[in-house]
C-alpha cells in the first residue's frame, strides 16, 4: 500500500485575489507593483504569471481582505504608471486549501487534489506549489466542501 503523504488540510477565508490584466512583460514592471505594497506593510501570500503572450501577462496575486481596499487603491496607480490594461479585485476567495506534504515527497498529491475538487464541480482558481505544499484559491462558497472532500480523499478525518 502506498504511503499517505499529506499530513493535514488547511483553509484561509481571510483572502482577497487580485488580478493585473495584460501586463508589459518587461524587466522591473513585477517590483513596480509589488514594492509599493511592501512599502505600505501589505502582505502578498500567493503570486501568480501567466506566460507572456504578444509581450503581455496577466499577474494575479492574493492579500488579506483587511488591505484590499488600500491594495487596490496602491495598484491602481500602478496599473496607469506600468501601461497595463486593467484591474480586477474579488474578494470572495478562499485561499490555501493546503496539503502539508510529509517526507518532502508530494508524490500524486496535486493531481488526487484536483481530481476530487472536479469532482465536487469545485473550480481552482489559482495554484501555488512547492516541495512540500500544494496551495489553491477557490470560491469561499466551496471552502467546507473542499475541506471536507480533501480531508476524505487523504484519509485525514472530517476535522478542519
Known amino acids: 500500500m502506498e504511503k499517505e ?38 502582505l502578498v501570500d500567493m503570486i501568480i504569471q501567466n506566460a507572456s503572450i504578444q509581450g503581455y501577462t496577466d499577474l494575479t496575486f492574493t492579500v488579506s481582505r483587511k488591505d484590499i481596499r488600500e491594495a487596490t487603491r496602491i495598484i491602481s496607480e500602478v496599473v496607469q504608471e506600468v501601461g497595463a490594461e486593467k484591474l480586477e479585485v474579488d474578494d470572495n476567495v478562499a485561499k490555501s486549501i493546503d496539503h502539508r506534504c510529509r517526507d518532502d515527497q508530494p508524490l500524486g498529491v496535486a493531481a488526487r487534489m484536483f481530481e476530487t475538487l472536479a469532482r465536487e464541480g469545485i473550480n481552482i482558481m489559482m495554484i501555488s506549489t512547492s516541495e512540500i505544499k500544494v496551495s489553491c484559491v477557490v470560491e469561499a462558497k466551496y471552502t467546507e466542501l473542499a475541506v471536507t472532500v480533501l480531508h476524505d480523499a487523504f484519509g485525514l478525518g472530517n476535522e478542519s
Open 5 to 42: 503523504v499529506v499530513a493535514g488540510v488547511t483553509y484561509d477565508r481571510d483572502q482577497a485575489k487580485i488580478t493585473v490584466i495584460h501586463v508589459p512583460d518587461r524587466a522591473g514592471v513585477a517590483a513596480r507593483i509589488f514594492t509599493p505594497l511592501s512599502e505600505h506593510n501589505i
